[in-house]
């Protein structure tokens, strides 16, 4: 009755199956590993967020690497800017996807370490991105700021490249030990994206706030591969009883049209 099932096509249609129904278990459990990793990163900087403010050299200190629980942290600091070693960071974006710097600013505190912070965005409006842009001055004098505790970054984890042979002030990626050695003191591991005080005249602008990556889209991912895997073998087994009954009755048509024929004389 299901001699067929041998044939080389029903053959090559059975391990299509058998590769398939794994494949895609092995998806949506890869899915679900997903969901989990963002929903614990989601997590993370909902903590962060929620926490009370710290002074930064409580989180962070020379040499220090941000850690993924540190991150996001709202952190102050008092001291004064330092204008004079402020660098730009190229081909970064605001929240309508044009094309600008950062603004990055050694911020000098009362027991002379430094912190980086980065104050925003500005557009690269002028007649080349190699001149240094103008930049609105931060608040003058000894003020308090505050910020988001933002680890160095590194091309791996932002998929910018670190170029070489920059105009002057200007650079790729913040890494607090490069500016350490380009300004000769102790600076802070990491970087403040600076929330107060707000600039005058919102320039530069503020950077965004972290957002929420999207972990149910990976959930509902994860069940449509299962529901695929389990369609599988119903599928397979709904051609077979047709593929049966289609030959059952191609069969039973022949013996009749066999029985219907004339004798021969």
Do not use: C
């Amino acid at each position: 009755m299901y001699r067929f099932l041998l044939s080389r096509q029903w053959v090559i249609l059975t391990l299509l199956a058998l590769i398939l129904i794994p494949t895609m278990v092995r998806l949506g459990i890869w899915q679900m590993h997903r969901y989990e990793e963002r929903t614990a990163r989601n997590q993370l900087v909902a903590d962060a967020l929620a926490a009370k403010p710290v002074p930064v050299e409580r989180l962070t200190s020379p040499g220090h690497t941000v850690t993924s629980a540190e991150r996001y942290r709202t952190v102050t600091a008092k001291g004064r800017f330092d204008t004079d070693d402020e660098v730009v960071v190229r081909r970064r974006t605001n929240a309508d996807d044009e094309v600008g710097f950062h603004v990055l600013t050694p911020f000098v505190l009362d027991d002379g370490k430094v912190l980086l912070v980065n104050r925003g965005w500005i557009p690269a409006d002028g007649p080349s991105q190699t001149a240094f842009p103008k930049i609105p001055a931060p608040p003058g004098g000894e003020v308090t700021v505050s910020g988001r505790l933002m680890p160095d970054e590194t091309t791996e984890a932002s998929g910018i490249k670190d170029l070489k042979g920059l105009p002057d002030r200007q650079i790729m990626l913040v890494d607090s030990g490069r500016e350490a050695e380009r300004l000769g003191v102790q600076v802070l591991g990491g970087y403040l994206a600076l929330t107060e005080p707000e600039p005058e005249g919102d320039t530069p602008e503020p950077l965004g706030s972290p957002g929420d990556e999207n972990a149910a889209l990976n959930y509902a991912y994860a069940l449509q591969w299962w529901l695929f895997a389990a369609a599988v073998p119903v599928g397979y087994v709904i051609l077979v009883r047709r593929e049966r009954r289609d030959r059952e009755e191609a069969a039973a048509a022949a013996e009749e049209e066999k029985e219907a024929a004339p004798a021969p004389a």
